[in-house]
Structures are given as structure tokens and as C-alpha cells.
């Protein structure tokens, strides 16, 4: 008894305005408790930037709360209903094997999404399990805190539990739970669902909720059209994130409308990669055959998918269909010249550029191109430039004539600016990662974990890439390419 009271408190901490819009837009819900629930692995800074105790949460009671057996005091559990394209193909969807526990708010008055997924059937899962296998969730963990290490937007991991039962997909996995933290999951798909199903009013809630939860700055401004506004911000987060995965060489993977946040994070770690070697073409799920969502292909299903928020969003931009698609039309315009500035900015500073001439997009196009050609590794090649380390590189291109009048061009290039060599410099080395979570690195880090329980190459490879831009010699070991296979690289939706 004594020992008990002396336990802290875990922090939990919850409100639950998302069960307070329309009731169509969720199912409330208890998550399936599971047999033999285990810690794999806990985010301790993450949670302790939500205000919680690691070590509470590492309790027996703390871990059945991840797990699902046991509902924290404030928590109102729901299956949030969505609908979405996938791969351009209009589907009712949903959570069919997640749970949103509710909304933790931090002592600075944050909101942040808490989410199990995993948790068992819902009445959204039509034909799955509920479930999920250890590996694709130790993933999610691994990539979403790369991401967050690159200072990407994204959803993060706060701790991954092992169920105790095994589930069932090619080959028998061990079953997992895996906590997201999440601005919000509120899914371009979200709003295509009430725009289906539902009335405009619960349109208008839902618009108004985001508002109030994302895009606050409209809220105050009191503009006349706020539901134009919403979705100028939401393009323009889009083409930001999406401008920020191209400068990181991260291809997403399943960029269906239900997996992309409104937010502006990156959310949905299913079969997503990091490139290696530089190829506008590169897929590596399994299932995207047509290579709808290859790596050059990101912006433009990025603007796909806002116009699929727009056509959600038409009913309150105006009374009149034609004026309404008008509108939309002229906002979802901003997006390409957008998204191009963004890229733009990240690539100068990727090559230590801070001032803008004409043609500098030529430079970093011819650039792109000589990669191409030869092969070269894309997060590599930044790295050895920042480093001024292009002739200790195996790669074929830096001894062609064609580099070195590039080289040429950029250093004249360098020159025409006001900023230090140093500070050019240092504006490379933040702006290019020297580790990414290379595939056979992560591949590496799940089989230790999934097949020995050796959590220990995974929390290495974690801690690397916590801090990508640092150039660490420790660093230097993560940056060796993979051996070359025959076979390419394949990931699959992880379900
Ligand atoms: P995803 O491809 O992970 O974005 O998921 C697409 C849809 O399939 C979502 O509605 C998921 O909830 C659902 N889903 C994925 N895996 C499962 C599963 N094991 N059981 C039930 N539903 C699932
Ligand atoms: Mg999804």
C-alpha cells in the first residue's frame, strides 16, 4: 500500500474534444484487451515533453495502459470514421485497428492526439484483424523519429507494447501495440467522409474544430471567407512538408487522401522509404505497381490530394456550385508555384546558397541529372559536398569532366554572395543530413528486435538518428551504402 502511493503519477492528463463534434464522425469505443502485454520500447523524452512519468508509464499499470487493458482516468476511447482514395479509388474507411484514448494536454496547454494502434477490431475494420505485427510498428517508431530528428513534421511514437499474441499475416508475427502522438488525425479523408455521408452542418463543425484546433491565426482574423482560408493554409503546409520529404530523399509510399493530415504532418509510416541512389522513379512498396506514389510523383499527388479537400470543402466556400469551384480552383493554383518555393529555398541551402539568382535552378537541376546518370547516392553526394569530400567518393560521377565544370559553376556560384565560406558552410551542414535511416539499417535494427528480442541495434540506430545533422564520426558508419543485391528493396503496408 505504502508502495503504491509512493508510485508517481503516470500524467495522463485528457480532454476529449474530438467525442464533442458530430457523433457520425466516430464510434466510441474500448480497446480489446490483449493476453501478456511487455514494454518494447518507451520514448522517455517524448514523454516527458507531454508532461508524463517514464517511470510510471513502465509500470505494470502504465504498460497496460498502451496495451489497451486498462482506460486512464479522463480517456474516452473512439474509432474515428474517414474516407479516403485509395490509390485513386473513393473507399468509406476508418479506424479499423486503431483507437483514439483522447487528447493529452500538456502544463503549456498542447493538445496532442493519443492513439493505439493495433488495438483490436472496430466497427470500421470490415475484412483485418484489429491488429499489428511487431516489426511494421517498431518501424513506424524508428522512421517517425527520423523524421522528427530531420525536423520534419510528423506524428511521433511515444512507446511500442508486444500483445503476447501472435497474429496471423504471411507468416505468424508477434502482435504489437504501437502509442502515436499526433497534432490530430484529422485526414483529408475525414472531410470527404462528411462530405459523402453527412450534412453540411457537421461540415461546418468539423471546418470550424480544425480551425480552432490547427489554423487558429483564421480564427482570430476574422476573415470573411475562413473556410478559403483553411484550405489556402492547408495547401501551403502541404506543399511545405511535401517540398521538405523531397529535400530528405523520403518517399511516403501510400500517399492516399486518407493518409495525409491536415494538420501538416506526416502521418500513416506504412511502406515508406528513404531513397538511396538518386532516381525520380524510385518506389519501394510492394503494391504500388504503376508507381503512383514514386518519389518524383509526391508533389504532384500532393496537389491530387488537395483538390480532394477542395471538392470536400465546396459547400462552404459559397452558396453559388460555380462561384464555389472558382474559389477552390484559384486557391488549389497557389499550390505548384508554392511547393517549387519551397524546393527551391531547401535545395539553395542544401548547396549553401542564400541569396537568389535566376539560375540557380539550372544548377541544381543539372546537378540532380548527373545523379541520375551516374547512380549517385542522393543523401551522400550533399554530404560530400558539404564536406568538400567528393574525391574520396566511390561514385563514378565525381571524376567526370561533366562535374568538375560543375563544381566549377557552383563554387563561381558560391562567390557571388554576400555570407562567409563558413557561414555557407554551416548552412550545408544543417541543411544536409549526414544519416538517414538507410533500409538495411533499419531492416537490421527490426530483425534483432523481432527475432532475438535485441532492442539494442535499434536504440543505437535511434540515437544516431536523433541528431542527423551533427556529422558525428559514429555518424560515418550509418552513411555506408547497402551491399549490392539483386534483388531491390520492397516494403509492404504493415498490416
Ligand atoms: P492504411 O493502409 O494503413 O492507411 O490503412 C487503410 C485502412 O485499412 C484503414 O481504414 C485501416 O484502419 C484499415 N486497416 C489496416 N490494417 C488493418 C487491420 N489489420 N485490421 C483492420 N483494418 C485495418
Ligand atoms: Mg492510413
Known amino acids: 500500500m505504502k508502495d ?12 476529449n474534444s474530438y467525442a464533442r463534434l458530430p457523433q457520425s464522425l466516430f464510434t466510441p469505443l474500448i480497446p480489446i484487451p490483449v493476453s501478456s502485454p511487455s514494454l518494447a520500447v518507451l520514448n522517455e523524452p517524448l514523454a516527458a515533453s507531454l508532461g508524463l512519468n517514464a517511470q510510471a508509464l513502465q509500470s505494470p499499470d502504465g504498460v497496460a495502459v498502451f496495451a489497451g487493458n486498462r482506460i486512464p482516468e479522463g480517456a474516452y476511447p473512439l474509432a474515428q470514421a474517414y474516407a479516403g482514395h485509395q490509390f485513386g479509388y473513393f473507399n468509406r474507411l476508418g479506424d479499423g485497428r486503431a483507437l483514439l484514448l483522447g487528447e493529452q494536454m500538456t502544463l503549456q496547454g498542447e493538445r496532442f492526439d493519443i492513439q493505439l494502434k493495433g488495438s483490436g477490431v472496430t466497427p470500421y475494420s470490415r475484412n483485418g484483424d484489429g491488429r499489428a505485427a511487431l516489426g511494421p510498428m517498431l518501424r513506424e517508431y524508428i522512421i517517425s523519429e527520423a523524421m522528427h530528428g530531420l525536423g520534419i513534421p510528423t506524428t511521433r511514437s511515444l512507446a511500442v507494447v508486444t500483445t503476447g499474441q501472435p497474429i496471423q499475416r504471411e507468416t505468424e508475427q508477434p502482435g504489437a501495440i504501437l502509442t502515436r502522438v499526433a497534432a490530430s488525425h484529422i485526414r483529408v479523408g475525414t472531410f470527404q467522409y462528411i462530405a459523402q455521408w453527412g450534412t453540411i452542418e457537421e461540415l461546418r463543425a468539423l471546418s470550424d474544430y480544425t480551425i480552432q484546433r490547427h489554423y487558429a491565426e483564421i480564427d482570430s482574423e476574422e476573415k470573411d471567407n475562413r473556410y478559403l482560408q483553411l484550405l489556402q493554409e492547408v495547401t501551403q503546409r502541404q506543399a511545405a512538408l511535401i517540398a521538405k520529404w523531397q529535400l530528405v530523399g523520403f518517399i511516403h509510399g501510400v500517399m492516399n487522401t486518407d493518409n495525409m493530415a491536415i494538420s501538416g504532418e506526416t502521418i500513416d509510416y506504412g511502406p515508406c522509404a528513404f531513397m538511396d541512389t538518386y532516381d525520380p522513379a524510385t518506389v519501394f512498396s510492394s503494391i504500388d505497381r504503376q508507381g503512383r506514389y514514386a518519389y518524383g510523383n509526391q508533389p504532384y499527388i500532393g496537389g491530387w490530394n488537395l483538390a480532394r479537400f477542395a471538392e470536400a470543402l465546396l459547400p462552404l466556400l459559397h452558396e453559388d456550385d460555380a462561384q464555389a469551384v472558382t474559389l477552390a480552383e484559384e486557391a488549389l493554383s497557389e499550390y505548384t508555384g508554392s ?20 539560375q540557380d535552378e539550372t544548377l541544381i537541376e543539372s546537378l540532380l541529372e548527373m545523379m541520375k546518370k551516374y547512380r549517385a547516392d542522393y ?65 537490421e535494427a527490426l530483425d534483432a528486435a523481432v527475432t532475438q528480442g535485441d532492442y539494442s541495434v535499434m536504440e543505437r540506430l535511434l540515437a544516431v538518428l536523433s541528431n542527423p545533422y551533427e556529422n558525428t ?10 551491399a549490392q543485391t539483386s534483388l531491390p528493396y520492397r516494403t509492404y503496408c504493415g498490416t
Request: proline share 5%.
Open 4 to 15: 503504491n502511493q509512493a508510485l508517481p503519477q503516470s500524467g495522463w492528463n485528457f480532454d
Open 339 to 358: 511547393y517549387q518555393r519551397y524546393w527551391l529555398a531547401g535545395m539553395r541551402a542544401k548547396l549553401g546558397i542564400f541569396n537568389e539568382e535566376q
Open 379 to 443: 543523401t551522400n553526394t550533399f554530404v560530400a559536398l558539404t564536406l568538400d569530400a567528393t574525391e574520396s567518393q566511390e561514385n563514378d560521377m565525381f571524376g567526370t569532366a561533366e562535374f568538375v565544370s560543375w563544381n566549377e559553376l557552383w563554387h563561381a556560384r558560391l562567390v557571388r554572395q554576400q555570407e562567409s565560406k563558413a557561414a555557407s558552410h554551416q548552412l550545408m551542414r544543417n541543411s544536409n543530413p549526414a544519416v538517414i535511416p538507410r533500409n538495411h539499417r533499419v531492416e
Open 473 to 482: 564520426p559514429e555518424q560515418e558508419e550509418y552513411c555506408a551504402l547497402p
